[in-house]
């Protein structure tokens, strides 16, 4: 697989058809228009099996899209490795990161009758990475690239055996940046080495993700688990409450209240290393939330949540008001209450 040059398909209807899924040619020149004719997966696409050169990849936290589940892989060119210094991850040119978003029809049946939404791509090419959404047709038979994006009516039945519904947004191109963006560019979210010093469960068995790059010859720099910083899973109710609601925020807040990114005038910083807690929003009076604040006057009120702007903000789907601002059309029920509990389990007199 080579990258020789980027090009930009669009297509004004929201619903792929299989007529629009003509021959294509893989003649190294991204993005295709059909995500089959990049050859990461082998057999039938939707079972998303991938081939050697694709290595498949966890967060140990991930991003709250709708309740959506997810399925991640790299491609690293042939002959390329990641290098990891001063624990910042430096990706080749050509490396694709593919991410996909899928419903079961049952979610106390994960695996069975599962839908595949949409699949993301992102490429680093010669200028830069690039966001590339392709949308799966009704029949689950291949996925078509739309920078205009899209949205798709979602029924599955949850957990506690309700059904429900959901009209699931796919971003546009353009808007993948506005989450995607430190100091202007646009950058991966959830392949940070934090996010990837933990363990997932390969063919071969259990072994640390940095570690298995590592050993495969895609990674660099890797000096051992303990010698990196690493996240937590914020599910995980037998960890620490503060560690889970770090690790929450990080992955879903960070990437645009952080130094770097487009939030970062608003002083609001919600990395998981954080330890300020003026940053953290622990008394801090938000510089520009304007009716998003609602009638409240501080990010954090130590012990206190149902007071503080943001659970509240967390808590709404309307524009104006919801944090964030994209990437969800419901509230993240259980996010919120996680998020509630650490609040209220703040001392009263850390202000």
Not at 98 to 117: G, H, S
Not at 244 to 266: E, F, K, Q, W
Not at 298 to 325: C, L, Q, W, Y
């Amino acid at each position: 697989m080579l990258i020789i040059s980027a090009c930009t398909t669009e297509s004004s209807s929201s619903e792929i058809k299989e007529t629009a899924l003509e021959d294509e040619l893989a003649d190294g020149r991204f993005p295709y228009k059909r995500l089959s004719t990049y050859g990461f997966f082998m057999g039938e696409l939707h079972d998303l099996i991938p081939v050697n050169e694709v290595i498949p990849y966890r967060p140990a936290s991930s991003l709250f899209t709708d309740y959506a589940f997810k399925s991640r892989f790299i491609f690293f060119p042939e002959g390329e490795k990641a290098i990891l210094a001063s624990n910042e991850l430096n990706f080749p040119e050509g490396t694709v990161l593919i991410k996909n978003f899928y419903y079961p029809a049952d979610f106390r049946k994960t695996e069975e009758n599962r839908r595949i939404i949409e699949t993301r791509l992102l490429i680093n090419s010669e200028k830069g990475w690039e966001a590339f959404p392709y949308i799966w047709n009704e029949n689950q038979t291949d996925a078509v690239l739309k920078v205009v994006g899209g949205e798709s009516e979602v029924t599955f039945i949850d957990h506690s055996g309700k059904k429900q519904l959901i009209n699931y947004l796919v971003p546009n191109k353009n808007q993948c940046k506005t989450c995607h963006n430190q100091n202007e560019t646009l950058v991966p979210i959830g392949v940070k080495v934090q996010h990837l010093n933990h363990e997932f469960e390969y063919k071969s068995g259990k072994e640390n993700q940095l570690a298995h790059w590592t050993e495969s010859g895609k990674l660099e720099g890797f000096e051992g688990v303990k010698a990196h910083p690493a996240m937590v899973n914020y599910e995980d109710k037998n960890l620490p409450l503060d560690e889970r609601a770090m690790a929450y925020l990080d992955i879903n807040c960070s990437h645009c209240h952080s130094a770097a990114g487009p939030a970062s005038t608003s002083g609001l910083f919600l990395t998981y290393d954080e330890s300020d807690p003026r940053k953290l929003g622990v008394s801090k009076i938000p510089v520009a939330a304007g009716n998003g604040a609602g009638t409240y006057d501080f990010d954090i009120v130590p012990g206190n949540a149902d007071k503080s702007i943001i659970p509240h903000r967390m808590n709404s789907t309307e524009v104006g008001i919801a944090m964030p601002e994209l990437g969800r059309t419901t509230v993240h029920t259980e996010g919120v209450q996680l998020i509630k509990d650490w609040i209220n389990g703040m001392d009263k007199e850390n202000k």
